[in-house]
């Protein structure tokens, strides 16, 4: 891992036209994709693709955040920021997963959740926290992987997992750097010193035990070579998704309890009193 460059330039890395997306990777990761579409009570999220595939033998749902390789794809798909049926369009299919056995792979690639009027009045804030909430006891394996950004609940909504990874250049964050700079100093234009303090490297989060591995990029960034990042994934995921099945089931909902109880650092109020 290169950790001489500042997270300020790991988000133009992210950012870089021609970055690998979700469309890219499946192909090359799995065998067999058959997508899934509509939350079965408002509509289809083009922000958020899913559906049965197929890794190395073994029947796995995929659920990925949908970015674009150009205007027109970004438009289509409304620049990764899924709306309250995305999300639960990511339920449904995480459902359906744990009743036929099959291991939950997410992909998360998001700005954040789209913040717009429609959106809200759907339920965008009530969508994101049931996520959370089944995701934490769903009854089968998952695996998230971080493969840019990893933004606030947008991303959280898809990240409650046995086991988090991030692409060495990904970022996971609270809120944008941008988002960050204006709430904390009122001056949106700061935000490249805001995001080179606010910890949201992949290194920073494993530091921190919010991830648990770093998958290596190409030299340059994953937009250098798609085949080599695309087997680095894959020869993760191969290795994770077999250690996880091998597991009583009841053992690893303990194990996903204990790994978000034990993030972050806080003071008991109490301390000063």
Known sequence: MDEKKTAWERLQLVHTKGRPTIRDYIPLIFSEFYEMHGDRLYGDDKAIIGGVAVLDGIPVTVIAQVKGRDINENKNCNFAMPHPEGYRKALRLAKQAEKFHRPVICFIDTPGAFCGIAAEERGQGEAIAKNIAEFMTLRTPVISVVLGEGGSGGALALGVCDELAMLENAQYS?????????ILWKDASREQEACNIMKITAEDMLRLGVAETVIKEPLGGAHNDLDKISENIKEYLSLKIREKLQKDIDELLKER?????????????????
Do not use: C, Q
Request: charged share 25%; aromatic share 20%.
């Open 257 to 273: 309890y204990t790994k978000f109880r034990k993030i972050g650092e806080f003071t008991n109020l109490s301390d000063f009193e």
């Open 174 to 182: 609270v809120v944008s750097p941008r988002g960050f700079a204006s």
